[in-house]
């Protein structure tokens, strides 16, 4: 076991290594140019690792924690991130919300299937794409993967193609919501429908807050988001069930046994730290052991590591990504993925245009 332990130690530490560099460099480079959250810090973590894997290489006594750090220190980060979202959050914008929501996953889904099937993208690399656009990004991306046994350079190329579109959405998405004279609350479900990382998000919110005034869409924005993440519960193993069923040689249907094992546990972890936010924030009286004031500052330094593991897992990703792989696959992921962020973008302005 000790021997085990110790083999994981050199890619855990390089992880590290790259997250911090990555977390400082962004909070940097936002700091200069003003906006707290333009640069996503998981993004440069991907090319920093993706760089020193194609100009230094890696050694093989890396590995083992590396491997480590893509799936089992993202599993923990995605748990612990769900401290952010209490089930009180989900109805702060009205029930009105989640039909914009649901339109917008089914919608990128569909669109990311007959696409797939068009261009004859490999179906591993189609799914990733339309999961990581209809519902988070990166996170999405990772959890789908192991369940359709993706390979690692699938996994990249789908969440570099989703990083691209979701920064440029990010950019120019707040002021297409001013120009459309959204009000805060709609601003805010379009942000966070239509956008693809929660950091992203997140940069959209504030970009508009500090452009155009405002002070809700921002949290309006983050907390659609973090709904949307949630609905990770049952898409990723309504995917896999997809997925193995279409690419199965026999008709047999996955019988409940076997549909036990697609279930992500971590994905039910995350769920299970929402609930615990919630029965949190409900208990605050004279007599409770934590006020709010320290409620919150656990739930804060929850969010901060939950977010710095992620970090550690993208870089890891990078670093264990070959590019000359990555060349083999072609431009056609990348038609998908803008297709796909696009009517994803189109839905939620229909949605809100038509019906808020």
């Known amino acids: 076991m000790n021997q085990n332990i110790k083999k994981l130690i050199p890619g855990l530490l390089l992880g590290i290594l790259v997250a911090l560099i990555s977390f400082y460099s962004a909070k940097f480079f936002n700091n200069l140019i003003g906006y707290k959250s333009l640069i996503s810090s998981i993004l440069l973590a991907i090319i920093l690792g993706i760089l020193i894997k194609t100009f230094f290489g890696v050694k093989n006594i890396f590995n083992d924690g590396l491997d480590f750090n893509v799936k089992k220190v993202l599993r923990i980060g995605i748990v612990i991130l769900g401290i952010r979202l209490s089930i009180s959050e989900i109805f702060s914008l009205g029930i009105t919300g989640l039909p914009i929501i649901l339109f917008c996953i089914i919608s990128g889904l569909l669109t990311g299937y007959f696409l797939t099937k068009l261009l004859r993208l490999p179906s591993k690399l189609g799914v990733l794409i339309a999961v990581g656009t209809s519902i988070c990004g990166a996170s999405a991306i990772v959890a789908t993967a192991p369940g359709i046994n993706a390979k690692k350079e699938e996994i990249a190329y789908a969440i570099t193609v989703i990083t691209i579109f979701g920064l440029i959405a990010m950019i120019f998405y707040p002021f297409l919501a001013n120009i459309l004279e959204f009000t805060e609350k709609n601003a805010g479900l379009f942000l966070g429908t239509s956008i693809h990382e929660t950091a992203q998000v997140t940069g959209a919110g504030f970009i508009y807050d500090e452009t155009f005034g405002t002070e809700n869409v921002g949290k309006n924005a983050i907390t659609v988001k973090l709904v949307r993440n949630l609905s990770m519960v049952f898409v990723i193993p309504l995917m896999t069930i997809l997925y193995k069923q279409s690419s199965s040689k026999n008709d047999q249907l996955i019988n409940l046994k076997d549909l036990s094992k697609l279930v992500p546990m971590f994905i039910l972890g995350f769920f299970l730290m929402s609930i615990i936010r919630t029965l949190g924030d409900l208990s605050f009286d004279s007599t409770s052991f934590i006020n709010e ?49 696009t009517i994803v973008g189109l839905s939620s302005l229909l949605c809100i245009t038509l019906f808020m």
């Not at 330094?301 to 072609?330: E, R, Y």
């Open 293 to 341: 004031e320290n409620w919150k500052w656990i739930t804060d330094q929850l969010t901060s590591i939950s977010k710095f593991l992620l970090i550690i897992a993208m870089g890891s990703v990078g670093m264990t990504t070959d590019l000359n792989s990555l060349k083999n696959l072609g431009l056609k992921p990348f038609l998908v993925g803008i297709l796909v962020a």
